[in-house]
């Protein structure tokens, strides 16, 4: 079946404007997983939705950033007030720890780049 | 806190060749890993895991080495081809979580022909 998909697959927008940057997880997948990645970096872990609920959001670097799930399926990530150090590239994976046993085996969309002017 | 780092940010190697990239995490207690490949332009992608019960995994022309001792962990890439070019990330779990994973910089595998 298809992947996980982001949209857009590039934003630009300037400082203050807010983005709102959408994961569409494989089908079924319960788990669904937001990180960003600075350039030439790892992955920073943003936030971690189980169906629909979010049980672990400390990995949010700020109140500017939320995120939602409906549906137990797709999820938006919402950055407010955007600024410059915002810029990265944003990715969504999903898993499904019933399914394979292992919920560190991730699949990952191909992420959002986001830059902030 | 827990550290999960790879030794070198680039590794170059002739096509054909067999690539070793090298990781080291500080958490005696990690108890398993996991190295993922991102080809430009796409999310990282799983390629193999290990328990720390093991000190060898094999692949499809990879193999995973753990070094509990040392606390050191590599990914051998058998007979290196062009499609192996990508970043490789190792990971391990953060500490009491079943979900999250504390990653590595990434090491660049870059083949020359």
């Known amino acids: 079946g298809a992947g996980v998909s982001q949209s857009p697959s590039n934003k630009v927008t300037e400082k203050g404007k807010d983005v709102e940057l959408r994961c569409d997880p494989i089908?079924?997948?319960?788990?669904l997983y937001w990180y960003r990645q600075s350039l030439g970096q790892g992955l920073e872990f943003l936030i971690y939705f189980q169906g629909n609920s979010a049980p672990d959001k400390s990995g949010l670097p700020s109140d500017r950033f939320s995120a939602e799930r409906t549906g137990g399926s797709v999820s938006t990530l919402t950055i407010q007030r955007t600024q410059q150090e915002d810029s990265a590239v944003y990715l969504c994976?999903?898993?499904?720890?019933?399914?394979?046993?292992?919920?560190?085996?991730?699949?990952f969309g191909p992420g959002t780049r986001l830059t902030v002017t | 806190g827990e550290s999960v780092g790879l030794h070198l940010p680039t590794l170059s190697v002739q096509e054909g060749d067999n690539s070793i990239i090298n990781c080291a995490y500080s958490n005696s207690a990690s108890d398993y890993f996991i190295w993922y490949k991102q080809e430009s332009g796409k999310g990282p992608q799983f390629i193999i895991d290990i328990r720390s019960n093991m000190d060898k995994r094999q692949g499809q022309r990879v193999t995973v080495l753990l070094n509990k001792t040392v606390k050191h962990l590599s990914l051998q890439i058998a007979a290196t081809q062009p499609g192996d070019s990508a970043v490789y990330f190792c990971a391990a779990p953060v500490c009491d979580s079943n979900y999250q994973l504390i990653w590595g910089a990434g090491t660049k595998l870059i083949i020359k022909p």
């Open positions: 089908s079924g997948h319960t788990a």
């Open positions: 994976a999903s898993s499904s720890p019933l399914l394979t046993g292992n919920s560190y085996e991730q699949y």
